[in-house]
């Protein structure tokens, strides 16, 4: 297993654009997925595959992975956009799913 | 509609056990790996067991290997964890997810399938305190 960093917060101004990084040694070595959760509900699913996007998840999120690292980019951030935000890889060596440390996204 | 509803959390005391339950709805969900997923109060989320579309593949994280049991029944659409030997730590929120797979080809004839959680269900809280 490995473990993956997200920085613990970010905050971007209304409109402006916020990128979440998520940094593990073995991330070149498989895909990466985004998750969204606020407060009280279930994650929700925002990227995977790296750069796919979910019906009904807004253009503005994106997602990029190059060597050991994978962004997040919230472009035109809005405030509902306020939440955490985990990235996740699957690790083929064990068959598990490892989640990253979580950043909290301010909107302000 | 795609759906999942876990039922089952509860108030229990080190060392007991529980069972929780996760009915899906709106899939096939004989053709989908399915995973439970914790979040401890204030914490991020920790994958906790898989199990393949077939049962053929069951994984679990380190922290609960030898104590908690994960099955499916694919003739009720339900997915299963039994916990066993519970400790204060396992005192969390317990999701149902989804996990759709893609296939990532190395070279022409040798690939590997990838995982994400497309679905989640709104979780069921299970505490653990004498």
């Known amino acids: 297993s490995y473990e993956l960093t997200q920085p613990p917060s970010v905050s971007v101004s209304p409109g402006q654009t916020a990128s979440v990084t998520c940094s593990g040694d073995?991330?070149?070595?498989?895909?990466v997925s985004w998750y969204q959760q606020k407060p009280g509900q279930s994650p929700v699913l925002v990227t995977y595959?790296?750069?796919k996007r979910p019906s009904g998840i807004p253009e503005r999120f994106s997602g990029f992975s190059s060597g050991n690292t994978a962004t997040l980019t919230i472009s035109g951030a809005q405030a509902m956009d306020e939440a955490d935000y985990l990235c996740?890889?699957?690790?083929?060596?064990?068959?598990?799913?490892?989640f990253g440390t979580g950043t909290t996204v301010t909107v302000l | 509609e795609v759906q999942l509803v876990e039922s089952g959390g509860g108030l229990v005391k080190p060392g007991e056990s529980l069972r929780i339950s996760c009915a899906a709805s709106?899939?096939?969900?004989?053709?989908?790996?399915m995973t439970w997923v914790r979040q401890a109060p204030g914490k991020g989320l920790e994958w906790v067991s898989s199990?393949?579309?077939?049962?053929?593949?069951?994984f679990y994280a380190d922290s609960v290997k030898g104590r908690f049991t994960i099955s499916r029944d694919s003739t009720k659409s339900s997915l299963f964890l039994q916990m066993n030997s519970l400790r204060a730590d396992d005192t969390a929120i317990y999701y149902c997810?989804?996990?759709?797979?893609?296939?990532?080809?190395?070279?022409?004839?040798?690939?590997?399938?990838?995982?994400?959680?497309?679905?989640w269900g709104k979780g069921t809280t299970v505490t653990v305190s004498s």
């Open positions: 997810a989804r996990a759709p797979r893609h296939i990532v080809f190395v070279t022409a004839d040798d690939f590997y399938y990838n995982y994400y959680m497309d679905v």
């Open positions: 709106g899939f096939n969900f004989t053709t989908y790996t």
């Open positions: 199990i393949s579309s077939t049962t053929r593949s069951i």
């Open positions: 073995r991330l070149g070595d498989t895909y």
């Open positions: 595959q790296d750069v």
């Open positions: 996740q890889a699957w690790d083929r060596s064990t068959g598990g799913f490892v």
